[in-house]
């Protein structure tokens, strides 16, 4: 199939967690890509908040997909997730491995706890930790206490896998958006000490060949 395919082009950052997310997606259906790197900047040429970038993605945020086969232009990493899902994983290799009611409630609650709170709240710890010009223990605070009250989530929905996988059956896509963002614990001064499902789990997740293959064509 991927013969017949014209590379994707996806749009990334060589550190931020969310390209990589798409990346081990396109890697899992055998999907080819081009990687383009932007940088953080609002330079023209080069940044995310310049206005080259901003005609493919007006919200200045990486990642973004291109695609030559349907025309088609995605940001928002679930988005482009879900649009590569239902273009490309016409055999249901990394979609939800049941069909119940139940089973579709599952692999989007997780997608979303990701993508609206657990994503979140660590890029914040990570900005109150290196970025932000002031120091703000306050928020800093607030913002690891919530990462750890996810990570405790997470733990506690792994149990149910013995850290296999976060939804029973296999790995999936839901679990190609956590791998990213739990990858950069020590990054955002997080410990994964209390949570050794979660460390079991990001141990299996670095072996899968989908996952080492995105990283090295994103990160190099
Ligand atoms: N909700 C967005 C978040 C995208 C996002 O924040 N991407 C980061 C890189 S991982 C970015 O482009 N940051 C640029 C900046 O903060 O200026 C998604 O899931 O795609």
């Not at 997606?25 to 609002?42: G, I, M, N």
């Not at 990570?151 to 679990?175: C, F, H, M, N, W």
Request: net charge neutral.
């Amino acid at each position: 199939m991927a013969g017949h395919i014209k590379p994707l082009l996806l749009h990334a950052h060589s550190s931020g967690p969310n390209p990589v997310k798409v990346a081990i997606a396109l890697e899992a259906l055998h999907v080819p890509y081009t990687v383009k790197q932007w940088d953080f900047s609002d330079n023209p040429n080069t940044g995310v908040k310049g206005a080259k970038f901003l005609k493919v993605n007006e919200n200045g945020r990486v990642p973004a997909i291109e695609d030559p086969n349907t025309g088609v232009v995605a940001w928002e990493s679930g988005a482009c997730m879900n649009y590569i899902r239902r273009v490309y994983d016409k055999g249901n290799i990394i979609g939800p491995s049941g069909d119940s009611a139940q089973d579709l409630v599952d692999f989007e609650k997780w997608e979303y706890f990701l993508l609206s709170t657990l994503g979140p709240m660590m890029g914040q710890t990570n900005w109150f930790k290196h970025f932000n010009a002031q120091k703000n223990n306050d928020a800093l605070e607030r913002y690891t206490a919530q990462s750890y009250r996810c990570y405790d989530v997470l733990e506690g929905q792994l149990k149910r896998t013995r850290g296999e996988s976060i939804l029973p059956g296999r790995v999936t896509a839901v679990d190609y958006h956590f791998e990213p963002w739990i990858r950069g614990y020590s990054f955002a001064g997080l410990s994964l000490y209390k949570h050794p499902l979660i460390l079991k789990w990001l141990g299996l997740m670095e072996t899968r060949e989908e996952v080492k293959e995105a990283y090295h064509k994103v990160r190099g």
